[in-house]
């Protein structure tokens, strides 16, 4: 059960596009469409972004986008903003009937 | 409204115990995978373990020690602690999971629990 690869930190102006990955093996990632993620402002709990891979839950934005290929999943975000300045944390299911966490990745906004 | 509030953290000595708490309202409790993430000071997010029904699973790393149950009469999800660890200093938080899907959609405030002597 290692944690999910992540960058520790991306950074992109304000409009721009940036994507952050996330890498796991054959038995998470590449082995089932259960990829999640998660935005988290400081001192706040996390909030669902983007689950199954690709699906947005009601109200989130649709700049937020994700994709899998492989053992490697990605979450863009499009037109950044401000508000985006926040860690991101990826997760996925396990052949082992378990979840595992990516390890985060704090985005700066310029 | 769909709503988790957490209870029952606290200070607690090296090699003690603590149960923590998630009260859930505003969904059918039952019907939901149910889970335990924690998160220590400064540091990302741990999936710690999940119940539906009788079926649970647990991170290996803490097997043995920590128990998660659930009482659907309550509307109730615990989780038991045992010899605790400095180390498992963190913000406990409860959340559930849409059935077939990986959308844990909603998240508790956490309950922080500090293992400290």
């Known amino acids: 059960q290692s944690a999910l690869t992540q960058s520790a930190s991306v950074s992109g102006s304000p409009g721009q596009s940036i994507a952050i990955s996330c890498t796991g093996t054959?038995?998470?990632?590449?082995?089932?469409?259960?990829v999640s993620w998660y935005q988290q402002h400081p001192g706040k709990a996390p909030k669902l972004m983007i689950y199954?891979?690709?699906n947005r839950p009601s109200g989130v934005s649709n700049r937020f986008s994700g994709s899998k290929s492989g053992n490697t999943a990605s979450l863009t975000i499009s037109g950044l903003q401000a508000e985006d300045e926040a860690d991101y944390y990826c997760?996925?299911?396990?052949?082992?009937?378990?979840?595992?966490f990516g390890g985060g990745t704090k985005l700066t906004v310029l | 409204e769909v709503q988790l509030v957490e209870s029952g953290g606290g200070l607690v000595q090296p090699g003690g115990s603590l149960r923590v708490s998630c009260a859930a309202s505003?969904?059918?409790?039952?019907?939901?995978?149910m889970s335990w993430v924690r998160q220590a000071p400064g540091k990302g997010l741990e999936w710690v373990a999940n119940?539906?029904?009788?079926?649970?699973h647990y991170v290996d790393s803490l097997k043995g020690r920590f128990s998660i149950s659930r009482d659907n009469a309550k509307n109730s999800l615990y989780l038991q602690m045992n010899s605790l660890r400095v180390e498992d200093t963190a913000v406990y938080y409860c959340?559930?999971?849409?059935?077939?899907?990986?959308?844990?959609?909603?998240w508790g405030q956490g309950a922080l629990v500090t293992v400290s002597s």
């Open positions: 959340t559930r999971r849409l059935p077939g899907t990986s959308s844990r959609d909603y």
């Open positions: 505003g969904f059918t409790f039952s019907s939901y995978w």
């Open positions: 119940i539906k029904g009788d079926e649970k």
């Open positions: 054959s038995s998470d990632v590449g082995g089932y469409n259960y």
């Open positions: 199954d891979v690709s």
């Open positions: 997760s996925s299911y396990t052949s082992s009937s378990t979840w595992v």
